[in-house]
């Protein structure tokens, strides 16, 4: 290949890598993005919002702001997991236990989706509560090593990590805004107003 780059001379002299999708043939294979890009560009398709954090600092920083946005500093937030209230005691968090007193919940997830842009959760999360029963207004802790490419790799992690007692009340969340009418594929799902708060851990 490079003796005829060399006889004849290249046509283009652009560097391969820099060869855009739309010149490459339709039939060509598609670019293969990386995992953690493909997760937030279909997470922004479902209507998340996303804030990406260095340290825990700024994850708090970004907390406290997601408050204040939407006015939600005397409002009770449901926290099921109490390790999870410990390690945000600092942000001055008014924690419930109660459904109906909760005007948004504080979680983390099993597993970040990267194929579809969704939140892989359980029972360690939720307990045994379906969704349409929790808070319409989510903010989730997350880090970049949870992100997955499959819903497989997030449900053999689980399995890997609870190998003597496998959680229960497995699902995803999908959908961050109201469903469309004319989207039947949305239509039934439990639509959440959600905030995701991701910690560069790799």
């Keep these: 290949m ?5 006889i004849f001379g290249s046509k283009s002299n652009r560097p391969e890598k820099e060869i855009k999708s739309e ?11 990386p995992i953690d890009e493909k997760f937030t560009i279909n ?3 479902n209507g998340g919002k996303f804030l990406y954090c260095d340290t825990l600092d700024e994850i708090y920083e970004n907390f ?11 409002d009770p937030a449901l926290i099921i997991d109490d390790n999870l209230a410990k390690k945000f005691e600092s942000c001055n968090i008014n924690p419930t236990k109660s ?5 948004y919940i504080l979680t983390t997830c099993e597993s970040l989706i990267a194929t579809d842009g969704s939140l892989l959760i359980c029972s360690n999360q939720i307990a045994g509560k379906k969704l349409p029963e929790l808070p319409v207004n989510f903010i989730v802790y ?8 499959t819903i497989g790799e997030g449900l053999r992690g689980i399995k890997s990590k609870n190998k003597q007692n496998i959680p229960t009340n497995i699902t995803t969340i999908k959908h961050f805004k109201s469903a469309d009418e004319k989207d039947f594929l949305s239509y039934g799902s439990s639509a ?11």
């Design 64 to 74: 406290t702001y997601i408050i204040k946005e939407n006015s939600w500093l005397d």
């Design 23 to 33: 010149d490459r043939g339709k039939y060509m294979p598609e670019l293969k993005l």
């Design 192 to 202: 959440k107003n959600l905030y995701l708060l991701l910690l560069e851990d790799l």
């Design 99 to 103: 459904l109906t007193e909760a005007k």
């Design 2 to 6: 490079n003796l005829f780059k060399k």
């Design 142 to 149: 997350a880090t970049t090593s949870q992100i997955v490419d």
């Design 43 to 45: 997470f922004k398709a």
